[in-house]
């Protein structure tokens, strides 16, 4: 593990054994600079995330293959996906391609080929991927998946106009891949009961949550579990997240962490 502290070698070492872990990105900036969007990470530090998930023994597998296996999964089984669908994902899909990696895309149906009509300060400029663009993913043997019609908050929204959005979404998605689409992403990680519902009753096999853990920790296809990789994140941060399956894995709590282990054996 070039260039990573010895307690995050530590933990990279052990990492994946409590179950299988899904990564959420969005942005692929090229280059090497740190983009000042929160949700994007550079091209580089992309690719050295590969190298140490390929370089770690973590298999890749589709957000589809996560969710409806019954099968207990390998040790270090890892699904990565992509939120909202802009163009410079391009640079990831080459980038996962040249590794023999696979990947979920989570997108804005409403939106194809076309600059987002949501707005997030920061957030990348130019379109979003177009028809063309997603059907190469799939031939790439990626997985499409639906982030609604418009990227709406979904928690706000009354029961008809939930159930459209999702429909819309899918059926736009079908439409330009001709094949059935069966993931989902809840959009801002905004969710309750009643939209896990709706999804599930518009056809939708399974669907991703924001929060942090341990992909199934909840045992249940509509709420699968993510981490969040942030455009400050390095690989030895990367690692730390996969050992405590935890958006929040500073190198001090690795510290306090081993730590924590070294006292506990000198005291038993």
Known sequence: MIGIDPITRLLGHESGHLGPV???YHSVSPGHQTPAWPWSTSLSRFESHLDFLAGNGWHCVTMSQLAQCTTPFPVRTIAITFDD???DNLHALEALAQRGMTATWFIVSGSIGRTPEWRDHGQPQGRLLNADELVKLRQAGMEV??????????VSLPDQDLAHELALSRSQLETVLGESVHGFA?????????????VRQAGYQYACTT???????????????????????STASLARKLYFGSNEASWFKAVRHVAHRVRSRVTT
């Open 22 to 24: 899904a990564l959420t």
């Open 85 to 87: 669908g802009y163009i």
């Open 145 to 154: 998946g639906s982030h609604t019609a418009t990227h709406a908050r979904l």
């Open 186 to 198: 809840y959009p801002y990680g905004a969710w309750d009961n009643r939209v896990a519902d709706a």
């Open 211 to 233: 929060d942090s853990g341990w992909a199934l920790r909840d045992n249940n296809p509509y709420r699968i579990r993510r981490l969040t990789v942030f455009n400050h994140d």
